[in-house]
């Protein structure tokens, strides 16, 4: 079937049938529900020192502010004369980003001190997944928000309907070759024929039974062997040939 569709002129899907030939295992998420932690307090003395950081940053920011040079010329300067020059009052100037922002943060801070502040963290059914797949990201506060692209390709192979359309010309094979070959864990480049669609969230690929077997240490060479078929000659020239 991959050699018709090269044949055929359609080098995308004939790779993505070895792809999906080549994988071993497949599996769907557990069916995890949200769970909301129970609250924790913050203590006004923690308000009071997150609270003194902000001002000081947003400090910062004001005094840059005010050191640009004022635009405001011609016909509103000549205005602001001749309120001046009848007498007229002066109009407060109105807070900026910055000022609004400390004074939020004050009185947070002024609330903080007679009672803190109770604080609870949403889990999302992908949290656990996506905290494994990212546990080095340590400033990443909900890891699911990120898991749909993470797993473009290394754990989520492409719709095939999206392999008989789009850009796939031979520039994009090799770099895309090259990834399988150099890191395999990474997602798949976009802006390529490619499309990630999985309404029934079922998830496999070569590159992670390749990650299992190896958490194993079961010696295999079924992934490099489809990298060496993919990289022949036969298959390039046919891929160079159809430019798709």
């Given at each position: 079937l991959s050699k018709h569709f090269?044949?055929?002129?359609?080098?995308?899907?004939?790779?993505?049938?070895?792809?999906?030939?080549?994988?071993?295992?497949?599996?769907?998420?557990g069916?995890?529900?949200?769970?909301?932690?129970?609250?924790?307090?913050?203590?006004?003395?923690?308000?009071n020192r997150s609270g003194d950081?902000?001002?000081?940053?947003?400090?910062?920011?004001?005094?840059?502010?005010?050191?640009?040079?004022?635009?405001?010329?011609?016909?509103?300067?000549?205005?602001?004369?001749?309120?001046?020059?009848?007498g007229g009052e002066e109009p407060s100037p109105q807070p900026g980003p910055a000022e609004k922002e400390l004074s939020k943060e004050a009185k947070v801070?002024?609330?903080?001190?007679?009672?803190?502040?109770?604080?609870?963290?949403?889990?999302?059914?992908?949290?656990?997944?996506?905290?494994l797949c990212s546990w080095f990201k340590q400033t990443i506060y909900d890891p699911s928000a990120s898991l749909s692209a993470d797993r473009r390709g290394s754990m989520s192979l492409p719709?095939?309907?999206?392999?008989?359309?789009?850009?796939?010309?031979?520039?994009?094979?090799?770099?895309w070759l090259e990834q399988l070959e150099r890191s395999p864990s990474a997602m798949w480049p976009t802006g390529t024929c490619w499309s990630f669609k999985?309404?029934?969230?079922?998830?496999?690929?070569?590159?992670?039974?390749?990650?299992?077997?190896?958490s194993k240490h079961i010696q295999s060479t079924r992934y490099k062997d489809l990298l060496r078929y993919l990289k022949q000659p036969d298959a390039c020239n046919l891929a160079d040939s159809a430019g798709r």
């Open positions: 090269r044949l055929l002129g359609f080098s995308a899907a004939a790779d993505l049938t070895w792809m999906y030939a080549a994988t071993d295992h497949w599996c769907t998420p069916r995890f529900v949200m769970v909301q932690s129970a609250a924790v307090k913050l203590r006004p003395e923690e308000m950081c902000m001002k000081a940053k947003l400090t910062s920011q004001t005094s840059l502010t005010s050191q640009q040079p004022s635009q405001q010329t011609g016909q509103s300067g000549q205005e602001t004369s001749q309120q001046d020059s009848q801070s002024k609330a903080g001190k007679k009672k803190g502040l109770d604080m609870q963290k949403t889990y999302r059914p992908g949290f656990m997944w996506g905290q719709d095939p309907e999206s392999a008989l359309g789009g850009r796939f010309n031979a520039k994009d094979r090799k770099a999985n309404p029934a969230k079922v998830y496999g690929s070569p590159m992670l039974d390749a990650a299992v077997r190896d």
